[in-house]
């Protein structure tokens, strides 16, 4: 499917997500793209987008797309002066604590959560003085200030490698519950949990699996491990979002279902048109609030800087810089 009467760049843009943006759809999303494209140059920026974020974002104006271990990563690389954050708050702290002579915006300040808002620095105080002497291993989804009272962070992609790298016999393990019990199921290490969750993950049941299975026979089913533990005892294989599309990439199974955030499918499916992807599908309204608009606007005004206090920066770097050295 192509527009063939839009002038270049446009039609060669348009021909990535031609496959999950309707034809109909895409005139809404051109004037912001290319209005994008010429702010990222003039403001010497670039865009991290995460796997959660439309295809219009994801596919036609990051220049980095992943996971929060992927964008943490190379939000460490790079000499561009902007970041722009296409993903929610956390990741926007972690790219400025990794960058922190950058400016780094997020198109919408109030994009948060549900993991992130579970746990406070008093938290973390209250778990070491119950569980003295246990190592607190943080997901990367909370904010600055949790890290920072953290010993090390983790994402989903390296959980059970940073829980074991320790070297310890119990560790406390925050905010995610099913993450942490997920982990435990891999693992000798004891893990205590906190009782965060993931709204978009804690959606999806055992039932929901079983009934998928049956309405598309031979679909290969693919859990992200914020899922519930039986949700993933359903699988056939859990991972973060990168470790599915390694998986796609790798099995090219005939059907596919990524039990995820829903434009995971959408971004996936353009670089494996021979895979079938049923949807299951559950929407982050975090993610959702990044839109072409939003990123244009932060460009034009850069409005959205984050800042994170210096005290709180030096020890939250110290936990994502020890988890990253792994
Ligand atoms: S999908 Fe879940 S963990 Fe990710 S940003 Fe949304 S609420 Fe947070």
């Known amino acids: 499917m192509a527009i063939l009467d839009l002038p270049k760049p446009a039609a060669q843009l348009y021909e990535r997500v031609s496959r999950v943006i309707p ?158 019990k997920n982990v435990a199921a891999q693992t000798k290490v004891e893990i205590v949990a906190w009782r965060g969750r993931c709204e978009v993950h804690e959606q999806f049941t055992a039932a929901d699996i079983r009934e998928l299975r049956e309405a598309y026979p031979g679909a290969v089913v693919l859990a992200h491990p914020e899922c519930p533990p039986e949700v993933v005892a359903e699988a056939d294989f859990a991972g973060s979002t990168a470790d599915m599309i390694g998986y796609v990439g790798a099995k090219r199974p005939a059907r596919v279902a990524l039990v995820t955030e829903c434009s995971m499918s959408d971004n996936v499916s353009v670089h494996y048109p021979d895979v079938e992807f049923v949807r299951p599908c559950a929407l982050c309204p975090h993610m ?29 770097r110290r936990a994502v810089e020890r988890m990253l050295a792994l």
């Not at 296409?86 to 926007?92: D, E, L, P, Q, S």
């Not at 460009?299 to 984050?306: A, D, H, I, P």
């Open 23 to 180: 034809p109909f759809e895409w005139p809404a999303f051109e004037a912001d793209i290319e209005a994008i494209l010429e702010l990222k140059r003039e403001r010497d920026a670039i865009i991290l987008a995460h796997n959660y974020q439309s295809p219009e974002i994801f596919h036609c104006v990051a220049d980095v797309v992943g996971d929060s271990l992927a964008l943490a990563r190379e939000a460490a690389k790079g000499d561009a002066r902007v970041i722009v954050m296409a993903g929610v708050h956390f990741m926007a702290e972690t790219a400025k604590l990794l960058n922190p002579s950058k400016t780094v915006v997020i198109p919408d300040a109030d994009a948060g959560c549900s993991l992130a808002e579970s746990i406070a620095p008093e938290d973390i105080r209250l778990l070491r003085e119950a569980y003295p002497g246990a190592p607190v291993v943080t997901y990367v989804n909370t904010s600055a200030a949790v890290k920072a009272a953290s010993d090390i962070c983790c994402t989903s992609a390296n959980a059970v490698r940073v829980v074991e790298s320790l070297g310890v016999p119990r560790v406390v393990m925050t905010p995610d519950e099913y993450l942490a």
């Open 288 to 316: 959702k609030r990044i839109t072409l608009g939003k990123i244009r606007h932060a460009l034009e005004t850069m409005e959205g800087e984050v800042t994170i206090d210096p005290s709180i920066a030096a020890p939250a």
